[in-house]
């Protein structure tokens, strides 16, 4: 039997980047490198100069600049767009607003081919939640107006795909609520993870020594430092914290945009001593740091699904979030961790309380193993998303 043919667009190169957007594309297709020839056009960032063939997957560098978003996705939606009858598939996928110019080249050229449109977080429930409270900067308005101008282009390339796919419930509703999109046109495909890859292990200690956590106790924290991640509320949920545990480690994994004011904040609060802020480390050693904490929180104020709770859990480690967009549909509340509003009080006091009992940490990191091992894999998510692309070539 033919293999079906899929081009995916996304303007990272998902094999240089380890984003949940990233790592999603490369797990699905190398687990359905049997029954799909893919082919991933991304933006010549990170020094992706030259195609490559990685694990049966054809990944060809398309024209961007390696400068912000905006404006390496325009031109990255040029490039592609110029390129519409070079691109050759059955099946063309966008994630996020990756594609939205060679959609708008097939339309025009009258190309009767399937086009699905993955959305991760739906960028008008973004920007909602990013101006609650916003600071009257120049830099929070213009970063906030840039997000307005791509919700828009997601609004208009969901509603012409032919298909949209996104990874939650509660992402699926704000799409048909905010883009104005049937609801018989969505389909929902969780993110999952490799049970193999972040598991439960016992060889952590020289890691912990290494960046200087000892046997304290550890919060850990795994995101971009941006405002929608909420690390703002952790730090400030440290400040109690700290009281009874004067000790306590809150090791920070990743990086962006927030990075200086962050650490400004830290020493303005004396909590500095108590930050591990590690940056970007290699994707090899982050089933390792989940293994020396033991709390994982991520605060964020807006979240479509949040590959990195399913991670921690994975690892059998309780996590304590915000219960907001589809958390809730990726930890079991009061089984799996705990989930409470947006407050830093109420996000100390569930840290305090997993910090302070043993057995309850143990209970709900089992709980969360076993509920992410048979509900959330790659292989489940790959399985969806080939019944999605056999649909959209039948429609």
């Known amino acids: 039997m033919k293999k079906l043919r899929l081009a995916v667009f996304n303007t990272q190169p998902p094999h240089l980047y380890f984003g949940g957007v990233e790592r999603r594309i490369i797990e699905t297709t190398r687990r359905l490198r049997t029954e799909i020839d893919t082919t991933v056009y991304s933006g010549t960032k990170a020094g992706f100069k030259k195609s490559s063939l990685i694990n049966g997957i054809s990944f060809v560098p398309c024209f961007s600049t390696d400068m912000v978003f905006p404006l390496d996705n325009w031109f990255f939606n040029r490039t592609l767009s ?22 708008i080249a097939i339309k025009e050229r009258s190309i009767q081919k399937p086009f699905i449109h993955t959305v991760h977080g ?6 909602a939640k990013s101006i609650q409270g916003m600071a009257p900067t120049f830099r929070t308005k213009f970063a906030n107006l840039i997000m ?3 919700s828009r282009l997601e609004k208009k390339t969901s509603k012409n795909a032919t298909l949209i796919v996104t990874v939650s419930r509660y992402s699926s509703s704000k799409i048909a609520q905010l883009y104005d999109v049937d609801r018989g046109k969505i389909r929902v495909v969780p993110n999952g993870v490799d049970t193999e890859w972040f598991k439960p292990k016992k060889t952590y200690e020289t890691v912990k020594r290494q960046i200087g956590l000892d046997d304290n106790p550890c919060v850990l924290f795994v995101g971009r430092l941006i405002p929608r991640k909420g690390l703002q509320f952790l730090i400030e949920a440290a400040k109690h914290i700290v009281k009874d545990y004067s000790q306590a480690k809150f090791v920070i994994v990743g990086d962006g945009p927030l990075r200086n004011s962050i650490r400004v904040n830290l020493n303005k609060m004396n909590l500095a001593r108590n930050f591990i802020m590690l940056g970007d480390v290699r994707e090899s050693l982050l089933p390792t740091l989940y293994n020396c904490a033991d709390v994982f929180s991520l605060p964020s104020v807006q979240e479509g699904q949040g590959i990195a709770l399913l991670e921690a859990q994975a690892s059998a480690k309780p996590v304590v979030a915000f219960d907001v967009g589809g958390v809730c549909e990726a930890v079991l509340n009061e089984e799996t961790g705990l989930l409470v509003k947006p407050n830093s009080l109420e996000l100390a006091d569930a840290i305090l309380k997993l910090l302070a009992d043993r057995a309850l940490r143990e209970k709900m990191g089992t709980k969360g193993r076993n509920f992410v091992s048979e509900t959330f894999s790659w292989k489940i998510c790959a399985q969806k998303m080939l019944k999605v692309y056999q649909e959209a070539t039948e429609a």
């Open 148 to 150: 307005w101008k791509l």
């Open 122 to 127: 739906v960028l008008a429930d973004e920007y």
């Open 82 to 103: 110029g390129a519409v009858n070079m691109i050759k598939a059955d099946v063309y996928e966008s994630h996020a607003i990756s594609g939205y110019g060679f959609l």
